[in-house]
């Protein structure tokens, strides 16, 4: 007589496994290839991957497809890239792919929804869903062909915000050979501890730094008229404040809050507030660095900015 499918022992894996269960692992349990036929042809469990099921029949929560990944790639492999980043609350969304590492040697079959990415050595990984640690998955990213030098600066930022030393990240950068935007990760993990929390926020560090400008204190707060009010880049010495709006952040321009906090700045604290946006930055950055220079001079700087090449913006502001 064939055995009995253990169908309480098997609910306890799937509560275990984000309930996802494995052919393997529930044949050792006593279900037979009829029994889950049957499970799939009455619609009670749904196939996510080869020889991967999900117990119930709705759409998969995220966990279930990235636990089905895992499983359907076998022993050692673990969750890395993208899916490791929002696993790790570094990205908003995981995408439609799980990404998951496997190790070098075994192959295994691609699938709509799975990208594997074989490797000699897998990082340090952890977890209920196994993952690999936040400072490997942001030099992975970084390491993809099309991770833009705006995604790594946005990435960084975020883990930096999310309590990942940015030493441990540079010690990792140091031990990677040919890693992808080496330069631009050096550049940016020694400056990322004074504040600079976005992509945005790291194009003006740059403009300022090529043209000789005064450093600014980044992300300073103080309170006026009762409420706490963040300044993006402020130049205490001459009241001159840089407000970076992103796009997406701020489609219409200034909202309310915006332009009340301008207000307060120069009611109560005597200070010029400059806002710059995208277009503003990246497009037109020497004009960015002339305007700003001269907000600064008419507020008592006595420095002289420099011309980044020929043609720069700044080039006439002799002293």
């Given at each position: 007589m064939a055995p009995r499918a253990d169908q309480t022992a098997i609910r306890q894996l799937a509560q275990r496994q984000e309930g996802v269960v494995g052919r393997a692992q529930i044949r050792r349990l006593g279900a037979t290839d009829d029994w889950i036929a049957h499970q799939l042809s009455t619609e009670r469990w749904l196939p996510l991957f080869p020889g991967v099921y999900l117990t119930s029949s709705g759409r998969p929560r995220w966990p279930s497809r990235a636990q089905a990944a895992l499983l359907y790639a076998g022993r050692g492999a673990v969750l890395s890239h993208t899916s490791a980043a929002f696993r790790h609350g570094l990205v908003d969304r995981p995408g439609d792919v799980v990404h998951v590492s496997v190790p070098h040697g075994r192959r295994v079959k691609r699938q709509p929804g799975f990208k594997p990415h074989y490797r000699r050595q897998i990082p340090p990984?952890?977890?209920?869903?196994r993952a690999i640690g936040p400072i490997d998955t942001v030099l992975d990213i970084a390491d993809l062909p099309g991770t833009s030098a705006d995604d790594v600066v946005g990435l960084v930022c975020r883990a930096v915000q999310?309590?990942?030393d940015s030493e441990q990240i540079l010690k990792a950068v140091t031990r990677r050979t040919g890693q992808r935007h080496r330069r631009l990760l050096l550049d940016l993990l020694a400056v990322v501890d004074e504040g600079i929390e976005s992509a945005l926020e790291y194009r003006y560090h740059r403009v300022e730094r090529a043209h000789g400008l005064p450093r600014s204190q980044l992300q300073s707060r103080e309170v006026l008229d009762g409420h706490w009010l963040r300044a993006d880049c402020r130049?205490?010495?001459?009241?001159?404040?840089?407000?970076?709006?992103?796009q997406l952040a701020h489609p219409f321009g200034r909202t309310d809050g915006d332009v009340w906090r301008d207000n307060a700045v120069l009611i109560l604290?005597?200070?010029?507030?400059?806002r710059y946006r995208w277009r503003h930055v990246v497009i037109t950055p020497c004009h960015v660095a002339r305007q700003v220079a001269i907000a600064l001079r008419t507020r008592?700087?006595?420095?002289?900015?420099r011309?980044?090449?020929?043609?720069?913006?700044?080039?006439?502001?002799g002293r």
């Open positions: 990984a952890w977890g209920r869903l999310r309590n990942v130049y205490v010495k001459y009241g001159v404040r840089v407000e970076l709006d992103g604290a005597s200070e010029l507030t400059l008592g700087w006595t420095g002289t900015p011309s980044c090449g020929p043609g720069c913006a700044v080039g006439g502001l």
